[in-house]
């Protein structure tokens, strides 16, 4: 250990800061509702909930055109996690009534909320494909948050997953790690209720389905949805970066796979959602 290290670590241990090269798994806080509706400064957050590689970087970017919805690029804030450097700050945040879980609600909010703030508009969409893991967090952080759940035919979904990195994930692989997705996303649609929109449906008649979207978000329907113009963030990781989303338009989906291009392990998924 270095002599700067040491005195990283004396000053760590002093104020009440972790300083080490190994980070050590802490252990789960229960998640809890807000103590009162001043705990949040964010109004009716709203999540899109779907599987990987099925249009949610087409709708949010839609939603972004709409002069009072911010849909900014993936922002994955269930991730960031607060952790207690000492035993007295821990004790310390107990005395004022919060845990680890609390603190991290408090968090993600702020970094929503500064994030609308910024925007100038009125409300916040998050399309964060892993929250459909996290939907029980989400709502324990937000009572009062918005759910839309976006589907597509299953065995699209895999297709375009594969495509999107095929020398990372065959088709097989693909299936079975986008089904994954698609399970949380239908665990999700039984416990919250939402609007239900479908990438099919929205590829071919998008007005139809953004004038349902933003009934449901109570915001008036604008025509600018329709030509969104270029996203503002186009980096893998972040949301889709290929050429149709480019495009700034909403561009015809790919046709529907016959039933003998289903992969076996995703007919169930196909009947449940109503994809014969």
Known sequence: ??????INKELGRYAGVQFSRVSKAAPESPARP?????????????FILSPVRSGSTLLRAMLDAHSLVHAPHELHV??????????????SMAALGHNRADLEHLLWDR??????????????VDKTPANAFAHQRIATCWPDARFVFLLRHPASIAASWHEAAPDKRDREAAAADALRYMKAVQRARKARTGLTVRYEDLTADPERETRAVCEFLGVPWEREMLAYGRPDVLTKGL???????????????RELPTPEEVPETLRAMCRSWGYS
């Open 111 to 124: 970094v929503l909320h500064r994030e609308l703030v910024r925007s100038g508009k009125r409300h916040i």
């Open 239 to 253: 949301g889709d970066w290929r050429d149709k989303i480019r495009s700034g338009s909403v561009q015809p989906g």
């Open 78 to 91: 269930r991730r960031l996690a607060v952790e207690f450097g000492t035993s007295l700050a821990e004790r």
């Open 34 to 46: 807000p103590a009162d509706a001043a705990d949040r400064l964010l109004s009716e957050p709203v």
């Open 1 to 6: 250990m270095t002599w700067q290290h040491k």
